[in-house]
């Protein structure tokens, strides 16, 4: 059974730095582009950032490039979203997502992490 | 901004049809994907593809694409239906992924 377990929530303060994990089981960790999603309070889904642990060929979303830092230990089967120096607008439930693709035109996320809230507040 | 489309909310009568539509330019060269996300719960995939659904999904939840426009259409929605539901595509580029900007069904 494919698995995507992430770490427990956190509560930081402003300029604090974080990293958060996501640990694939069940699956070739290597053979599948891991991105990360973020949902605000009350607000809709946004793709930061995809991995493929493969390669840790790493594309952002514009919004979030120079704002995060995607990475992964692929010996651990983890990938990693981490911030320098959080502001209270990180406050968010973030998700880690693994996608599948069988064509160039065809990808969906197939496993979704249980999310990992962060909230950040003086 | 979300390059992809939608809109904000929707109603439907109990066992009645309703089509969710997701617009954007990309969708002319990428299948978009639908996810259902109820309340302090992660999205779960409803249609991927073409028209395909994981084998947990119910029936009456089915897709299509039409030029510019994806559809999910719910047939005979059911209470349980009731949650908020996302497109997802690549975007323009081909190079990133964007989620549409989310519709919320009501059930009545």
């Known amino acids: 059974e494919v698995q995507l377990v992430q770490s427990g929530a956190e509560v930081k303060k402003p300029g604090e730095s974080l990293k958060i994990s996501c640990k694939g089981s069940?699956?070739?960790?290597?053979?599948?582009?891991i991105g990360w999603v973020r949902q605000m309070p009350g607000k809709g889904l946004e793709w930061m950032g995809i991995?493929?642990?493969?390669?840790?060929?790493?594309r952002y979303s514009p919004s979030f490039q120079g704002q995060v830092t995607i990475s992964v230990d692929k010996s651990l089967s983890i990938a990693y979203l981490q911030w320098s120096s959080l502001k209270a607008s990180d406050t968010a439930m973030y998700y880690c997502?693994?996608?599948?693709?069988?064509?160039?035109?065809?990808?969906?996320?197939?496993?979704w992490g249980q999310g990992t809230l962060v909230t950040v507040s003086s | 901004s979300s390059e992809l489309t939608q809109d904000p909310a929707v109603s439907v009568a109990l066992g009645q049809t309703i089509r969710i539509t997701c617009q954007g330019d990309s969708l002319r060269n990428y299948y978009a994907s639908w996810y259902q996300q109820k309340p302090g719960q992660a999205p779960v995939l409803v249609i991927y593809g073409k028209n395909n659904r994981p084998s947990v999904i119910p029936d009456r939840f089915s897709g299509s694409r039409s030029g510019n426009t994806a559809s999910l259409t719910i047939t005979g929605a059911q209470a349980e239906d009731e949650a908020d539901y996302y497109c997802?595509?690549?975007?323009?580029?081909?190079?990133?992924?964007?989620f549409g900007s989310g519709t919320k069904v009501t059930v009545l």
């Open positions: 997502a693994r996608l599948h693709s069988n064509t160039w035109y065809i990808a969906w996320v197939d496993s």
């Open positions: 997802n595509s690549r975007d323009s580029s081909g190079r990133h992924y964007v």
């Open positions: 991995i493929y642990p493969g390669d840790s060929d790493t």
């Open positions: 069940g699956y070739n960790f290597t053979n599948y582009w």
